[in-house]
C-alpha cells in the first residue's frame, strides 16, 4: 500500500516537474524571439538628491513586453535569462538603450549633471572580455562614462571576491562609476569591502521600508551610513514611500532616495516629463 501511495505521489510529483521544465522552456524560447523583436523595454525609476529635490539621474529596469501576456517583470523572467545565460545579451542590450537615452536626455537638458545606473548580472562575470565590451557601448553611444553607474548586488561581489575585484577593478579604469546594490542583505567582510572601488551604496529596501516600526532597521541604516562616509562612498536609500520615509532619511542625511514616494519607474517619455517639470524640487 505505502509503494502504491508512493507511486502515485511519484506520477504527481513527475507531472509538475515536465509542467515547470515545459513552461521553463517556452519562456526561454519566447525571450530568444523577443531579443530579435526588440520586445524588451527599459524603464526610468528617478534617484532624488535628497537636499535639493533634484533627479540627479535614473535607475534603467527591464520590462518585457511579452506576445498577449502584457507587461512582465523583471523578477519573473531575469531567473531564468540568467539559467540560461540569455541574460548576457539582455544586459548588454539594455547597458546600450539606457546609454543612448541619457545621452538624448544631456542633449536635451543640459543644465543637469545626469547619471544612468544600470544592473549587471553576475553571469556577466563570465565573459572574458567585458570591459572591451562596456567601452564600445560607452564609445558608441557617445556617453561620458563617469556619468554611468554599474550596480552590482553585494551579494554578486561576494561570491567570487577575487574574479569580482579584478573585473570591477577593469570596469573602473574606463572611468564608470560602481555601485553596490540592496546592501545590507549580503555579508559583506569590512575587509573586502574597503577594496572595492565602489562609488554608492545603495541601502536595501527592507531597512527603509521598516525603519518606523524597527529602531533595530534604523541603526543598520545609521551603521551603514556612517560606514559609507568613513569608506567615501555616498548613499541611496532604496523604496521610500512615504513622506514619513523622505523626511527621516533627509534628518539622518542620506544623498538620495529612490522609491515609490517620488515615482515608480517609468516609461522613457514620463521620464523625459519628469526632467521638464523636476516636479520634486524644494523651493
Ligand atoms: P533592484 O536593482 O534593487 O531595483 C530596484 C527594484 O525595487 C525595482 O524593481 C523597483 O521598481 C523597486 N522599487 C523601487 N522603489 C520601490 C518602492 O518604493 N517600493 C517598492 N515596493 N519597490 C520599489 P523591478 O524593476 O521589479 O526590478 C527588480 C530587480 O530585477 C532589480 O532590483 C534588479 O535586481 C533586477 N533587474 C532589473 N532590471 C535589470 C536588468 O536590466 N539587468 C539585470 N541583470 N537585473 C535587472
Ligand atoms: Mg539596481
Ligand atoms: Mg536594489
Ligand atoms: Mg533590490
Redesign the pocket.
Request: hydrophobic share 30%; no cysteine; charged share 30%.
Given at each position: 500500500r505505502a509503494k502504491r501511495l508512493g507511486g502515485a505521489r511519484w506520477d504527481l510529483f513527475d507531472q509538475a516537474m515536465h509542467a515547470s521544465a515545459f513552461q521553463r522552456m517556452s519562456l526561454e524560447s519566447d525571450m530568444r524571439r523577443s531579443l530579435l523583436e526588440n520586445r524588451f523595454v527599459v524603464?526610468y525609476?528617478p534617484v532624488v538628491d535628497l537636499r535639493t529635490g533634484r533627479i540627479s539621474g535614473f535607475?534603467?529596469?527591464?520590462r518585457w513586453n511579452r506576445h498577449d501576456k502584457g507587461l512582465v517583470?523583471?523578477?519573473d523572467f531575469?531567473p531564468i535569462a540568467e539559467d540560461t545565460g540569455l541574460?548576457i545579451p539582455?544586459?548588454l542590450w539594455?547597458m546600450r538603450e539606457a546609454c543612448r537615452t541619457l545621452r538624448g536626455w544631456q542633449e536635451e537638458f543640459p543644465s543637469e549633471p545626469l547619471t544612468i545606473s544600470?544592473?549587471?548580472?553576475t553571469r556577466l562575470f563570465s565573459l572574458a572580455n567585458l570591459a572591451e565590451q562596456v567601452s564600445e557601448i560607452l564609445e558608441s553611444t557617445e556617453v561620458d562614462p563617469a556619468c554611468v553607474r554599474l550596480?552590482i548586488?553585494e551579494t554578486m561581489a561576494m561570491s567570487d571576491a577575487d574574479r569580482a575585484l579584478q573585473l570591477l577593478t577593469e570596469l573602473k579604469a574606463l572611468g564608470v562609476q560602481l555601485s553596490i546594490?540592496?546592501f545590507g542583505t549580503g555579508y559583506s567582510s569590512l575587509n573586502y569591502l574597503h577594496r572595492i572601488p565602489a562609488n554608492v551604496l545603495?541601502i536595501d529596501?527592507s531597512f527603509v521600508s521598516q525603519m518606523h516600526e524597527s529602531e533595530e532597521c534604523m541603526q543598520i541604516i545609521r551603521t551603514i551610513m556612517l560606514l559609507a562616509r568613513n569608506l567615501g562612498m555616498r548613499v541611496i536609500a532604496?523604496?521610500?514611500?512615504t513622506e514619513a520615509h523622505v523626511e527621516k532619511l533627509v534628518g539622518l542625511e542620506c544623498d538620495y532616495g529612490?522609491?515609490?514616494?517620488f515615482s515608480?519607474?517609468v516609461s522613457q517619455e514620463q521620464a523625459r516629463h519628469l526632467l521638464e517639470t523636476a516636479p520634486f524640487e524644494r523651493s
Open positions: 524603464h525609476q535607475e534603467a529596469l527591464v517583470y523583471p523578477n531575469i541574460i539582455l544586459d539594455v544600470i544592473n549587471l548580472s550596480e548586488t546594490d540592496d545603495k529596501r532604496e523604496g521610500p514611500e529612490q522609491g515609490y514616494f515608480k519607474p
